[in-house]
T-cell receptor, first 116, second 111 residues
Framework: GAVVSQHPSRVICKSGTSVKIECRSL??????MFWYRQFPKQSLMLMAT?????????EQGVEKDKFLINHASLTLSTLTVTSAHPEDSSFYIC????????????FGPGTRLLVL | QQPVQSPQAVILREGEDAVINCSSS?????VHWYRQKHGEAPVFLMI?????EQKGHEKISASFNEKKQQSSLYLTASQLSYSGTYFC????????????FGSGTRLSIRP
């Protein structure tokens, strides 16, 4: 299957700082990327849908000014958690879908964020 | 709208079978199945697009009912490696290609 990478895999930061997470599709062009958040023992909750070259579409209840998403190229999307607080600690996972009718959505390995 | 998955958890002995169900209140464009191991990202198992479709990969298969509102995942002769949490993800006709995941089914396989 297709390969999606995420960086960093794990980050610990102080409350109030901003954290940037990168998501890259390594062997295909991802016209659409998705950002999910998963708390322990819970399902994956979609945060936003990111299309290359356009503004992200956020799900209800997700603060777009807090979770900044940029999809500048067909292989890279970034999620920036601004002014992170302990309640933002979670497992953030991106996924990517290609063009040309590719239906499968491939997930990156995830980024575990711990805000102290 | 989040699809409903059942059961929430299953405990099996190695070699036993299991069925995991996923249902939606609306007709679906597609259903995706994933397995997630603890601390890892979900791994894609299969996607079903057509009503009445059945797909299989070794001893793991799935069906998508004719009305396209329900899917089931079948695990036969389960192996220890099948342990994990299984999620179905559904995509509606008007959901702009986004996948919404069910609450998951935790599968534990005992030797």
């Amino acid at each position: 299957g297709a390969v999606v990478s995420q960086h960093p895999s794990r980050v610990i930061c102080k409350s109030g700082t901003s954290v940037k997470i990168e998501c890259r599709s390594l062997d295909f062009q991802a016209t659409t990327m998705f950002w999910y958040r998963q708390f322990p023992k819970q399902s994956l909750m979609l945060m936003a849908t990111s299309n290359e070259g356009s503004k992200a579409t956020y799900e209800q209840g997700v603060e777009k000014d807090k979770f900044l998403i940029n999809h500048a190229s067909l292989t890279l999307s970034t999620l920036t958690v601004t002014s992170a607080h302990p309640e933002d600690s979670s497992f953030y996972i991106c996924s990517a879908r290609g063009r040309g009718g590719q239906e499968t959505q491939y997930f990156g390995p995830g980024t575990r964020l711990l805000v102290l | 709208q989040q699809p409903v998955q059942s059961p929430q958890a299953v405990i099996l002995r190695e070699g036993e079978d299991a069925v995991i169900n996923c249902s939606s209140s609306k007709a679906l464009y597609s259903v995706h199945w994933y397995r997630q191991k603890h601390g890892e990202a979900p791994v894609f198992l299969m996607i079903l697009l057509k009503g009445g479709e059945q797909k299989g990969h070794e001893k793991i298969s799935a069906s998508f009912n004719e009305k396209k509102q329900q899917s089931s995942l079948y695990l036969t002769a389960s192996q220890l490696s099948y342990s994990g949490t299984y999620f179905c993800g559904t995509e509606g006709y008007s959901s702009a290609s986004k996948i919404i995941f069910g609450s998951g089914t935790r599968l534990s396989i005992r030797p």
